[in-house]
């Protein structure tokens, strides 16, 4: 059995690790240099993002024997909006590398594969198709599925982020919702070390977006970050992302060719965090080939998850600064407090976002109606 897998990132490595594991050995091609071969930064995994599991890393170590070393715990996630701080505690999930750095997940990935990486290949997906009897789609993006009429797109991205150097707490990482400066998106601070981390901003492409200057809102939300984190902060590397695509595929496997990561469409579009669900779609692609599994009924909860997620972006961009203040303010009532805490902890596997789905659906068809009225 000949398998391709385009891209050695986190879904094509993770289906390269569970078809050895299984007796296959695929070739990957990869357009890069090297493993991981572009700017570092730090990335997140929530493990309430990534119910009915408790413990991402637990779970994929237990389950697929894919071992992954984070950079720390996260025991404190701080969320900011215009006029207030609140804070969910508890075991919540984990930070980690990403990029051209030893450690980074990727890199991480590829010690544990024994398969030949070809790399700075330009070998074309028809080529491959070609050529081998199984083809895993593992590029990093939705272009692939697109050009082949097998993706929707729900929105595109612009992101644009620093490593800086200060004092952070490397088990805290910081999120911003302060429409004024990032209007329907995000900032986010999430440290490497004790004394490095990324100010990444994120927002969608939306008409009334794309008129704003991105070196004025990144300089409003490195001055927002500066001021609410009490430092000022040394730039040491930049990076910009435009157009970062955020949709499904509709199939997630036509004939041999399996859609993998961000290809199937493993980026949720809540909040921008799709690892996870790359590594299940690479495991999941490897089971379908071994004949262990059936992909296209394994990667069914993804599209759940993917449909959950999209719900929390419509809420999220319909919300106003004055309601995210009211939420946020609410992370201080000892109750909520409680529930929450518990709720996002690596103990619990309660669904928040598939129970709260229904109502944030409502939500959102009221302010949609309210808006074309
Ligand atoms: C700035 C940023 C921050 C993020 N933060 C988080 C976060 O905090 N938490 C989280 O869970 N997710 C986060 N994500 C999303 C997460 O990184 C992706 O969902 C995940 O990496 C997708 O895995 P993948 O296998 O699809 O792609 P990747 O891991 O990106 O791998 C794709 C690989 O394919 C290669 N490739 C591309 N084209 C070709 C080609 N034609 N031929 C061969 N190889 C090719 C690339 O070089 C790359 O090595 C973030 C994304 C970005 C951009």
Redesign the pocket.
């Known amino acids: 059995m000949k398998v391709a897998i385009?891209?050695?990132?986190?879904?094509?490595l993770s289906c390269a690790i569970t078809l050895e594991k299984h007796g296959i050995t695929p070739t990957i091609?990869?357009?890069?240099s090297k493993?991981?071969d572009r700017f570092i930064?730090s990335?997140?995994?929530f493990s309430i993002l990534n119910r009915p599991v408790k413990d991402s890393l637990e779970y994929i170590s237990e389950n697929y024997n894919i071992n992954l070393e984070p950079l720390d715990r996260v025991k404190k996630l701080t969320i900011h909006s215009k006029n207030e701080i609140g804070n969910i505690e508890g075991k919540i999930g984990y930070t980690n590398i990403?990029g051209r750095h030893n450690n980074s997940y990727?890199s991480q990935l590829a010690r544990q594969i024994r398969s030949k990486i070809i790399f700075n290949?330009n070998y074309d997906y028809p080529y491959l198709c070609k050529h081998f009897d199984s083809v895993v789609l593992?590029?990093?993006d939705g272009q692939y599925a697109a050009d082949i009429g097998n993706y929707k797109c729900d929105l595109t991205v612009t992101?644009k982020?620093a490593t800086v150097e200060g004092n952070f707490v490397t088990s805290n990482p910081h999120v911003w919702f302060n429409y004024d400066i990032i209007p329907k998106g995000y900032i986010w601070v999430?440290p490497f070390s004790e004394k490095e981390g990324n100010i990444?901003i994120a927002y969608p492409d939306y008409p009334d977006n794309i008129k704003l200057d991105i070196e004025v809102m990144w300089e409003k939300a490195y001055s927002l970050v500066s001021k609410d984190l009490k430092q000022s902060f040394k730039i040491t590397d930049k990076f910009e992302?435009t157009r970062?695509m955020m949709g499904i595929c509709n199939k997630a496997k036509i004939d041999n060719t399996y859609f993998?990561?961000?290809?199937f469409g493993?980026?949720s579009p809540g909040l921008?965090?799709?690892?996870?669900a790359?590594i299940l779609t690479g495991v999941y692609a490897a089971y379908d080939i071994c004949n262990i599994g059936v992909y296209e009924q394994l990667t069914k909860p993804l599209f759940e998850n993917y449909n959950h997620s999209m719900t929390l972006r419509r809420f999220l961009e319909n919300q106003t600064n004055e309601q995210m203040d009211g939420y946020i303010k609410n992370l201080d009532n000892k109750f909520i407090d409680y529930i929450i805490d518990n709720v996002c902890s690596n103990e619990n596997s309660i669904d928040l976002m598939k129970l709260s789905t229904p109502i944030m659906r409502l939500w959102n068809n009221y302010k949609e109606h309210s808006h074309s009225r």
């Open positions: 385009m891209g050695a990132g986190m879904s094509g091609f990869e357009s890069r493993v991981g930064n990335e997140a995994m990403r990727e290949s593992a590029t990093g992101i982020g999430i990444v992302i970062y993998a990561g961000n290809c493993t980026i921008g965090f799709g690892q996870f790359a």
